[in-house]
C-alpha cells in the first residue's frame, strides 16, 4: 500500500509564492505517473500537473507559473507555485500510481488560499 502526505499548505497574497511537498511512503522510482489535481467548492477535480516517462505537463491556467518535479532521495513531489491567483485557490492533491497496481493513490489534501 501506499501513503502520500501533502504538506506546504496555506495562506498567500496574490502574486506570491508556494511551495507543495507531497511525501510517499515507497521510492517514487516505483511510481509511473506523478501528479498534482486541485479541486475548488463546487468544481470537478481537475489535473494540475503531472509527469509520465519524465515528461512533466501542465494545465493550460498553470503554465509559466508552476513547476512539478521530485526528488527521488527523499522520495518527495513537489510543486512550486509562484504569481498566484484568486482562482488557483483550491484544496491540491497529490496523487501517484505505481508500477505494481491497477490503482493510483491520492493523498488528504492541503488547502491553498489566495486572498488579499
Known amino acids: 500500500q501506499v501513503q502520500l502526505v501533502e504538506s506546504g499548505g496555506g495562506l498567500v497574497q496574490p502574486g506570491g509564492s508556494l511551495r507543495l511537498s507531497c511525501a510517499a511512503s515507497?521510492?517514487?522510482?516505483?511510481?509511473?505517473?506523478v501528479g498534482w489535481y486541485r479541486q475548488a467548492p463546487g468544481e470537478q477535480r481537475e489535473l494540475v500537473a503531472g509527469?509520465?516517462?519524465?515528461?512533466?505537463n501542465y494545465a493550460d491556467s498553470v503554465k509559466g507559473r508552476f513547476t512539478i518535479s521530485r526528488d527521488n532521495t527523499k522520495n518527495t513531489i513537489y510543486l512550486q507555485m509562484n504569481s498566484l491567483k484568486p482562482e488557483d485557490t483550491a484544496v491540491y492533491y497529490c496523487?501517484?500510481?505505481?508500477?505494481?497496481?491497477?490503482?493510483?493513490?491520492w493523498g488528504q489534501g492541503t488547502q491553498v488560499t489566495v486572498s488579499s
Open positions: 496523487n501517484a500510481c505505481p508500477y505494481s497496481a491497477y490503482r493510483c493513490y
Open positions: 509527469i509520465t516517462h519524465s515528461s512533466p
Open positions: 515507497s521510492s517514487i522510482f516505483s511510481f509511473y505517473a
